[in-house]
């Protein structure tokens, strides 16, 4: 028995020698690895923590301005019905115009008509008449014939 409670004092002083040792040391290849990989963990880290924040302000500006269009969008919607509001009252108002401009021409160009023709026949009428007493009758037969292709040119 005295040799097994040797071989447990030995292992005890062996674990509390390697407790006490510095792992750096005693594990310098490994702790290298180690020390390299967690460096790249805390670069992958980082850069995961850049990219998601520029992705945060990213997401933040598209959302203003997806916000900045609805609001210009609705804007212009409404810009374009009041012009077309206003389209529509200007132009039943030129329509009523045009109406009455057109209703009025219509019966004035009626009574001038009538006016035109009666005064124009009158005085070809008078004319006709008066000629004979200045002309021979062929220079009167011409001058009538003038005055009617003039009167039929002009449709008085």
Known sequence: ???????????????????????????????????ILDRAL???????????????????LLKQK???LERLEREINNQENNIENI?????????AIYDDFITRITSGKIFTDE??????????SGYIEYLPELYAEREVA???????????????
């Open 1 to 35: 028995m005295l040799p097994l409670i040797i071989t447990h004092f030995i292992i005890e002083a062996i674990v509390n020698a390697y407790r006490k040792s510095q792992r750096e040391t005693v594990d310098a290849e490994k702790n290298k690895q180690i020390e």
């Open 42 to 60: 805390l670069d992958l880290n980082l850069q995961k923590e850049l990219l998601s924040n520029r992705i945060k302000e990213k997401e933040d």
């Open 66 to 68: 997806n916000t900045e």
């Open 87 to 95: 389209f529509t009252e200007m132009l039943k108002n030129i329509r």
């Open 115 to 124: 006016i035109l023709n009666s005064v124009s026949t009158a005085y070809k």
């Open 142 to 156: 011409n001058r009538v014939r003038l005055i009617e292709q003039v009167i039929t040119n002009n449709n008085f």
